[in-house]
């Protein structure tokens, strides 16, 4: 049970004396300095900088992409203020709107009694959050959540994730206009049976800054992208056939939208070979996320459309035995300007990707491409060469390459995965083809588990190695036992005698 609905909330305690503030009794230390000496303005923004991020708040968007999965307790911060002195409580109270209070209804809050627990909170903005990935709610917190949705001119944020068959009553009770909606995150947990999930045509919130759609279907004639004139995050992730939306739709939406900062869109279906109407481009001068999965025909069909410089993109495509992105390239080599220089390929049991970073001490990644497969790894690395060369030139800058797992380490599933691999299997052209992408590459980081695959590709083949592969490497790094470079020799005498050195190094 939350604070609020405790019987003790809107009961302070006795004013705290100078000594209980710092643990100590006033006789031992008289002289203690108390916060009550600070003057209401001066403790207000004690309290505003002591409020946490909320979901959405912060510059960090993953946590909005991925539905907010972290638990939204953040929204109770100032239930325990309230409860020092009536001083501080009055104050908290009566800067509601400054300190952004909310009032959250989530599993086991009684949602009726807090809804009207006294005059001094029937009025603060809701914050609905209910997440029950695979059980249905107890018959209490589905009401809960009901009636708190009920409350349209209250609510602020609202997070619903949980199984499409518990999901549709929620759905169907957020319609009408929300005016102080700020964050709608709705996720379908299990996905498929998209057709039954349909988000009402009639919801309208002007003040949405923060909108993720995951896992079922939006009408065309949904007022609520029209009206969401303000977005900051967009995410819309619908995964089924029989739900299609034009480019053309899309980029009319996005017009909309001027402040969008975070874009997500997802899973589409692949676009069928029609023109898009739309030349005009639209501008989104303060977008910096950028990210999209799905079929390279329908990124295609609109990209070269927006008007942007986002500072992290990526991509991960459905296409698996062809890709054809040559708008996408121009528009990337042109407009958006790409330049990078250090760049990991990473492998796991089922998907392999190129993440490039603007150099080589940075954190955050500025472009990753992903493909996603479940086959074996020499299809994976077939499909990973196949992007390192479709962006070939946005690469070719690349001086630091390392070749790297993403799975967790220690898993069963991804250790039995790569025990099974068979390196001497491996058609070495695949290899080739990766790695000829990086011309301008002058050191080589190489992973255990792949040590063993890139020794074998660079032993001589017919008593030659061809020298215009990685033509600038100067270090060639690799990690596990000492006696695993040893497959590195051949390639390094090669090199000395050619007049092009390479370090080998243990990490």
Same mark, same amino acid.
């Given at each position: 049970m939350s604070y609020l609905a405790s019987s003790s909330f809107l009961r302070p305690t006795e004013r705290i004396g100078q000594g209980e503030?710092?643990?100590?009794?006033?006789?031992?230390?008289?002289? $203690?300095?108390s916060i009550h000496v600070l003057d209401d303005d001066s403790l207000l923004n004690v309290f505003?900088?002591?409020?946490?991020?909320?979901s959405g708040e912060d510059d960090n968007d993953e946590d909005c992409f991925k539905g907010g999965e972290q638990h939204w307790g953040e929204e109770c911060w100032w239930y325990k203020? $309230?409860? !020092?002195?009536?001083?501080?409580?009055n104050l908290i109270f009566r800067s509601a709107y400054y300190l952004g209070l909310s009032l959250l209804c989530t599993k086991g809050t009684p949602v009726a009694d807090m809804l009207t627990h006294s005059s001094w909170t029937s009025s603060l903005p809701l914050a609905i959050d209910y997440v029950e990935k695979y059980l249905p709610l107890a018959a209490e917190d589905e009401e809960g959540a009901i009636l708190a949705l009920k409350q349209q001119n209250r609510v602020r944020r609202i997070r619903l994730f949980m199984p499409a068959k518990n999901l549709q009553r929620f759905i169907d009770a957020i319609e009408e206009e929300y005016p102080i909606l700020e964050s709608l995150i709705v996720l379908n947990r299990i996905k498929g049976n998209i057709r039954s999930l349909i988000f009402p045509e009639t919801l309208e919130a002007p003040h949405l800054h923060h909108l993720v759609l995951?896992?079922?279907?939006?009408?065309?004639?949904?007022?609520? #992208? $029209?009206s969401a004139v303000g977005l900051v995050t967009l995410c819309l992730d619908i995964d089924h056939p029989s739900v299609y939306f034009h480019p053309d739709f899309l980029l009319q939406w996005l017009s909309f939208m001027p402040q969008l900062e975070s874009l997500m869109i997802g899973h589409f279906t692949a676009f069928p070979e029609r023109r898009v109407e739309r030349q005009t481009p639209v501008t989104l001068?303060? #977008?910096?996320?950028?990210?999209?999965?799905?079929y390279s025909t329908y990124l295609e069909a609109f990209v070269h459309l927006i008007t942007a410089c986002p500072e992290k993109i990526e991509i991960s495509f459905s296409d698996r035995r062809t890709l054809s992105i040559p708008r996408l390239l121009q528009f990337m080599n042109t407009t958006w300007n790409l330049k990078f220089e250090s760049a990991k390929v990473k492998f796991s049991e089922w998907q392999s990707s190129v993440v490039v970073y603007p150099h080589g001490e940075a954190e955050m990644y500025a472009l990753s491409v992903? !493909?996603?497969?479940?086959?074996?790894?020499?299809?994976?690395?077939f499909y990973v060469a196949q992007v390192s060369n479709s962006f070939g030139q946005i690469l070719s800058a690349v001086e630091r390459l390392t070749l790297e797992r993403e799975d967790e380490i220690g898993s069963q599933r991804a250790e039995e995965y790569w025990r099974n691999v068979d390196h001497n299997g491996v058609d070495p052209i695949k290899w080739r083809r990766l790695l000829s992408s990086f011309s301008n590459v002058k050191t080589l980081r190489i992973g255990n588990t792949f040590v063993e695959g890139v020794s074998r590709f660079l032993q001589l083949e017919d008593g030659e190695l061809p020298l215009e592969l990685?033509?600038? #490497?100067?270090?060639?790094?690799?990690s596990g036992s000492g006696e695993t470079g040893d497959g590195f020799n051949s390639f390094i005498d090669v090199r000395q005698k050619a007049g092009r050195p390479v370090a080998l190094i243990r990490y």
């Open positions: 503030m710092s643990g100590e009794s006033e006789s031992q230390s008289p002289h $203690t300095p505003y900088l002591y409020r946490p991020f909320l203020l $309230t409860h !020092v002195c009536q001083r501080w409580q995951v896992g079922f279907a939006l009408s065309i004639a949904s007022r609520l #992208l $029209t001068p303060n #977008l910096h996320h950028f990210s999209f999965k799905g992903t !493909v996603f497969s479940e086959f074996k790894f020499e299809w994976l690395l990685l033509p600038e #490497l100067r270090e060639l790094a690799y």
